[in-house]
């Protein structure tokens, strides 16, 4: 029998949770939902039980830091920052937190794809691969700017290093040849399912059509 894959759901409108829980819920019957209307509800929670994954919005504790870094404090589960804002606005937050995906909320296809992240990130065969994962920037595939851009720019601020001391992206990979790769899945919920690894100033990257990038340990 398939093991259960319990799911802590963080979000201050209840409409958001009602959706997760139906959705998730129904898409795979491995899947339990339990919800939370604010970080302290949260973290009682995870101080009470063992989850296997974190979603939450961009929800803050009374003392002004976020959920999802004090969740990563309290809980080694991979965490999935699902949130409307922009990654701009929530980029300081998931680095510090460690989270393993971003997902803009912005309509339900978005909840399918937080839950294809659930899935992979506790996958027997894929879980020790995700705890080693770590969220360092995200490119939006909308923008004029071109994803090599954003993946130094991403790996600058991970490394806390000046750029001009970094070998050529191109010198590793092409990252006009890296976007075309993702073509029609590229920013899109589908997109986080495709996935491209190579090394870059001594780091394991990975970079998904839906944007993410990140360091693999």
Aim: charge should be negative.
């Amino acid at each position: 029998m398939p093991a259960p894959i319990s799911v802590l759901h963080v979000d201050d409108e209840p409409d958001v949770l009602d959706l997760s829980t139906k959705l998730f819920e129904r898409q795979d019957s491995r899947v339990s939902v339990v919800t939370a209307g604010s970080g302290p509800a949260g973290m009682d929670v995870l101080s009470s039980r063992d989850v296997d994954c974190v979603v939450s919005d961009s929800v803050r504790m009374p003392d002004g830091h976020s959920f999802v870094e004090a969740a990563s404090r309290e809980t080694d589960a991979p965490i999935v920052l699902f949130t409307a804002k922009e990654w701009r606005e929530v980029a300081s937050d998931a680095v510090a937190a460690d989270v393993a995906e971003y997902v803009r909320k912005a309509d339900v296809s978005d909840y399918k794809s937080v839950l294809k992240h659930v899935l992979r990130l506790t996958d027997d065969t894929t879980k020790e691969t995700a705890a080693n994962r770590r969220l360092i920037g995200r490119h939006d595939f909308s923008s004029p700017t071109e994803l090599g851009v954003s993946i130094v720019h991403a790996v600058e601020t991970a490394v806390d290093e000046d750029v001009d001391e970094f070998d050529p992206l191109y010198d590793t990979i092409d990252p006009d040849a890296l976007e075309s790769l993702f073509g029609p899945v590229r920013g899109s919920a589908d997109g986080g399912q495709l996935e491209v690894h190579f090394s870059y100033h001594g780091l394991d990257l990975a970079v998904s059509g839906d944007g993410n990038i990140a360091i693999r340990s």
